[in-house]
């Protein structure tokens, strides 16, 4: 059997789909579990252990005839978007689960109503959902989850600790990783002073190397950030790919994240991670992880989901550098 799982669009959607393939997996144990995504995916993706084959054709002409040569018998649509359903459709799958949204169920052999609980209930239920109707179809029976924390598996850790090294970073001190950035929202970034208030912090009074990372549209936050700081924290901004930040996440002992994919890569490799919540829901999209705490203000405005906010960016002012800091001293201390 050949099953094709249509993969998300973002970094944290993307972990966050992770218990959903793994139940898929334990369902059809002997099938060949194939994953279409973008490039950027591929690096993590594949240090889940879950797929058989990750391809990334790029154009929808491309993915069409990457997909057809599949020969799908099942596929799992995770993305709402009509295009995919429209890519999976004239491949000819067989059988196709996805959400009947953008108005396009008659693309899909099985469409599937969106949750009454859509907005109150962690994305990964609503990924895990789709599993959930897969199995009830093909076995006429549905069965809960137990195990619903993101995993990966850093597959080969030592070029992270190279990098880490040829920048400066001691390994006999600790070492917090700051994440200033949000590439496709002003509104979720904490304060770029007050985060390199923090770095000084950690590095004065704590007595940790500090590293900054984001993608390369962070960049620039970071040297705002670099260029705020008392003590110069080591700018990873956009030196690596994804595969290697994570890496880098799995090999330091916290990172201090603004809502952004980081922020559900971390505690999925199994490091301490502090979360700043603004303008968007924690109810839904916090990483779903122990290992991740959430900071916010809970002002009357939250969550707005907007991009860019309209008044005084309340969600994030009144989120102090003295609240963040104690937690992570918390944190690094091991006085959780």
């Known amino acids: 059997m050949n099953i094709l799982v249509r993969g998300t669009n973002w970094i944290g959607d993307a972990v966050m789909t992770i218990p959903a393939v793994r139940k898929l997996r334990l369902l059809f144990p002997d099938a060949k579990l194939t994953l279409q995504t973008r490039e950027w995916a591929k690096g993590i993706l594949n240090q889940s252990a879950l797929f058989d084959e990750i391809v990334t054709p790029v154009g929808f002409l491309k993915q069409v005839k990457t997909l057809r040569k599949a020969e799908v018998d099942l596929a799992v649509i995770f993305p709402n978007s009509f295009s995919s359903a429209l890519a999976v459709r004239m491949a000819g799958a067989k059988r196709s689960f996805g959400y009947a949204t953008e108005h396009r169920s008659f693309l899909l052999t099985d469409p599937i109503g969106l949750p009454e609980w859509k907005d109150t209930r962690h994305e990964v239920y609503y990924y895990l959902k789709l599993i ?30 190279d990098i880490l090294r040829q920048h400066g970073v001691t390994a006999d001190l600790k070492t917090v990783a700051l994440a200033p950035g949000s590439t496709n929202s002003r509104a979720k970034r904490w304060i770029p002073h007050r985060f390199a208030q923090l770095n000084d912090r950690l590095q004065s009074e704590l007595n940790c190397n500090v590293i900054l990372l984001g993608s390369r549209e ?13 003590r110069q924290p080591v700018d990873l901004t956009g030196e690596t790919n994804i595969e290697a930040a ?14 952004m994919g980081l922020a559900h890569l971390a505690p999925a490799v199994g490091t301490e991670t502090i979360v ?61």
Do not use: W
């Open 276 to 336: 700043i919540f603004g303008p968007t829901n924690q109810l839904t999209t916090r990483p779903f992880s122990d290992s991740a705490a959430i900071i916010s203000a809970n002002v009357e405005c939250s969550p707005c989901m907007l991009r860019d906010c309209p008044i005084d960016h309340r969600c994030m002012t009144r989120i102090s550098v003295d609240e963040v800091f104690e937690r992570a001293k918390a944190i690094l201390n091991n006085e959780n």
């Open 218 to 230: 962070d960049k620039e936050i970071s040297r705002t950030v670099s260029s705020l700081s008392r």
């Open 246 to 259: 994570t890496a880098i996440l799995g090999n330091i002992d916290l990172l201090i994240s603004n809502d």
């Open 132 to 161: 959930d109707e897969v199995e009830r179809s093909y076995f006429g029976v549905g069965t809960e989850t137990a195990d619903l924390e993101p995993r990966l598996t850093i597959l080969d850790a030592n070029p992270a600790r």
